[in-house]
């Protein structure tokens, strides 16, 4: 079946449901309803609903229908950390209390806050309950849910019934990386390495057989959020930092679990999609604007040491590709493991593999280009590389086992102990550790913010702080200490680090974000499709700014007779298609991979070098566009790319899209992911028309799927007839020779 024959099905029973911009009437038989600041808190007679004073008709939140809308229990988790390196995480839960069947005694209140009272039944007797909620905004309302046992004991397993229907589309959860629509899957939102195949048929098996279980499934990420937007424009997020799930399989209810003994939470108000980011960026925070430097150009990933750099950097400038940045991941120097060349993380320049560092950052500003560089949460305890790790040690700094000894993280056949960012004193070192070495020495004006994910459910933090609510946590202190540190050096609005790793509020600090490590390959799995979900179910929670390795990282080879066979590895065509995509997305960023000797370059062919030379400019013929798409991401929470849905939400077809988007408001963009491709089907949604980029063609219907022309060099991209912003984008790309 075609992209477009399953999407239309996808939309005639998307149709059958109330649309987004349709009020849902409130349910019959309400019995008593109270005013909680601008919200309206009704009590059912099987439940509890919620609507908005501006919409009294549209329900924003309702329990499920049956009435069966709260289980409680007590439980004991049992969560295994494996992998290659380790960050994934097994989890399992033994529950030895359960109780269901909410009965409502009380409903009170006054005009900022209303509070339901009942009781529960179940195996253990009874348990009471307490659903409260307070107004914290024209759109934010605050629910906590709390249940005891008898005796008062807090129960520590809340699960919240909601109701729902069939064709209602879910967005969100953060940066999700296979599925846009996630109506009919279970997430568990735990931040966490989010594998290598991530359900690829036999690509996965094979990593989970050699690599310790690291092959992972579709539902998990390095950057989750408990957050949703519906296409019935109901929103809510959880502000809890346990671990928490989200079951949308059953057609009629969402359930959302929380491992904790309350459930917070927040109920969203908005008239658009972009209204309810809006709101819940008020809460998650807004990213900063970026800096100039960034829309200059590609930032160029490079490594190998002096002479290799120099050698690949006048490949670029032969090639006249505009650099904003180098990028050199190995400016620590390198270890070789079974999988290839690997980072000593010591966090100190390597200055015999770059004898003329300065002199290369020196270079690189006279050409009005930036040096970016490399650092994670780790600290390296090979001898010779530990100082880092045995200063953080003798000063308690470092996660520990219970018995005191640093935890140290497996990563391919290395260990290295993690920071306790619970321990202020830790942060206060960390910064300083950025601020003197990756600032002060390497002269860097950014770098990746690696990991972030691995924090144990069973180590040892400063002063008995708990690790399951910490490992959540971590990830958003992780952007918060690199964000002290830029700051705290007079860098602020200069430097850009980039993350993977993310939480609720992680785009309060995070200045921008990356999508992990994408395999070298086309898959909807772990592949170049991977790139363009996670971009757009990212922008949906509040990660405005998102970009993927150009290329990928992963590739998988067999060694044969001392030969290095590739069994995964990014082709001439794929890295091509990949320079396209990055073109019209928040940051334009290259990698070599993980064995950049069995994958395609920019410089192992002439055409390569060429078609990065074109998109780099195409990325900075963007620029004045583009820099329109930030500021309203700073100011306003949106996103640069867009899902259609978020500009669309009355065409019930946008819901279902997975690999089109919009940058900004006015191009539309639909990248070829499909190896061979030479067109693309993309659907235009109801409302404009749209003009060809490259041709200036008025192309497509209104509310039409159509086929487009799709060569490399010149991807489907379309201006939407009318934007304002036209002249911006048009004289942009003329200027810098691409249109």
Not at 67 to 90: H, I, Q
Request: net charge negative; proline share 5%.
């Amino acid at each position: 079946m075609k992209r477009r024959e399953f999407l239309a099905l996808a939309a005639a029973s998307a149709a059958t449901a109330t649309l987004s911009a349709a009020p849902a009437p409130a349910t019959e038989g309400t019995a008593e309803e109270r005013a909680v600041g601008d919200f309206l808190v009704r009590r059912l007679a099987d439940g509890v609903q919620v609507a908005h004073k501006r919409a009294p008709q549209r329900v924003l939140w309702e329990t499920a229908a049956n009435g069966n809308f709260l289980v409680a229990e007590k439980a004991t988790a049992d969560v295994r950390e494996f992998g290659e390196p380790e960050g994934s995480f097994e989890i399992r839960d033994k529950v030895s209390a359960s109780y269901e069947r909410p009965a409502i005694d009380s409903f009170d209140g006054d005009p900022t806050r209303a509070s339901f009272a009942g009781r529960m039944s179940g195996k253990g007797g009874e348990a009471t309950f307490q659903l409260t909620f307070e107004a914290m905004s024209a759109t934010h309302l605050r629910f906590v849910v709390t249940a005891r046992a008898t005796g008062g004991a807090l129960l520590d397993r809340i699960r919240l019934r909601l109701a729902s229907v069939a064709g209602e589309a879910f967005f969100g959860f953060g940066q999700q990386l296979t599925v846009m629509n996630q109506k009919g899957n279970r997430l568990p939102i735990l931040a966490q390495e989010h594998g290598v195949g991530r359900g690829r048929p036999v690509v996965t098996r094979l990593v989970d057989t050699f690599a310790s279980g690291g092959g992972r499934n579709p539902y998990v990420t390095e950057a989750p959020a408990p957050h949703f937007i519906s296409s019935r424009l109901r929103s809510l997020f959880l502000e809890n930092l346990e671990y928490s799930e989200f079951d949308l399989r059953p057609a009629d209810r969402i359930e959302i679990e929380t491992w904790s003994g309350t459930m917070t939470g927040r109920i969203l108000y908005g008239e658009t999609p972009l209204d309810l980011i809006d709101a819940y960026s008020d809460y998650c925070g807004r990213m900063r604007a970026l800096p100039d430097w960034a829309h200059n150009g590609a930032i160029v990933g490079l490594q190998g040491g002096q002479q290799k750099v120099e050698a690949k950097l006048g490949a670029l400038r032969r090639a006249a590709v505009p650099v904003a940045a180098l990028w050199l991941q190995d400016w620590v120097g390198v270890r070789i493991t079974s999988i290839g060349e690997q980072l000593w993380w010591n966090w100190r320049l390597d200055e015999t593999f770059y004898p003329r560092w300065p002199a290369l950052v020196a270079d690189l500003e006279a050409h009005g280009a930036r040096m970016l560089v490399y650092i994670n949460p780790f600290l390296s305890n090979s001898p010779g590389h530990d100082a880092l790790f045995e200063q953080a040690k003798s000063r308690g700094m470092l996660v520990e086992k219970a018995d005191g000894s640093p935890y140290l993280i497996k990563n391919s056949e290395f260990f290295a102990g993690l920071i306790d960012l619970s321990n202020p004193a830790t942060r206060n070192w960390i910064k300083g550790v950025i601020k003197e070495e990756l600032i002060g020495k390497a002269g860097a004006s950014g770098w990746m913010a690696d990991f972030g994910e691995a924090l144990p459910f069973d180590g040892k933090l400063s002063g008995g702080a708990d690790p399951a609510l910490w490992h959540n946590r971590f990830p958003e202190e992780w952007a918060r200490v690199n964000r002290e540190a830029i700051e705290e050096a007079g860098r602020g609005d200069d430097i850009v680090f980039f993350d993977r790793s993310g939480f609720t509020q992680s785009p309060k600090f995070a200045t921008l974000f990356w999508l992990g490590d994408q395999m070298q390959s086309w898959d909807e799995y772990d592949g170049i499709k991977t790139a363009v979900v996670g971009m757009l179910s990212g922008g949906v929670s509040g990660f405005s700014l998102v970009h993927s390795d150009v290329g990928g990282y992963v590739s998988l080879s067999l060694a044969v007779a001392g030969r290095k066979i590739p069994v995964i590895a990014r082709s001439d065509e794929l890295l091509q298609r990949w320079m396209e995509l990055a073109a019209f997305t928040a940051v334009f960023r290259t990698h070599e991979g993980l064995d950049p000797s069995i994958a395609a370059q920019f410089y192992t062919s002439a055409a390569n070098a060429a078609h990065l030379a074109r998109f780099a400019n195409v990325y900075k013929g963007l620029a004045a566009y583009r820099k329109l798409a930030v500021a309203e991401a700073a100011q306003r929470g949106y996103p640069v790319a867009r899902h259609p849905f978020l500009h669309y939400p009355d065409d019930p077809n946008t819901h279902d899209l997975r690999y089109q988007y919009l940058l900004g408001r006015d191009l539309m963009v639909a990248p070829v992911v499909d190896r061979g491709a030479d067109s693309v089907e993309l659907y235009f949604p109801e409302g404009d028309g749209w003009i060809d980029l490259w041709t200036g063609a008025e192309v497509g219907v209104s509310g039409a799927w159509t086929t487009s022309p799709a060569p490399l060099g010149k991807p489907a991209v379309f201006l939407r007839k009318g934007a304002e912003t036209a002249q911006a984008i048009i004289g942009g790309l003329k200027a810098v020779g691409v249109l």
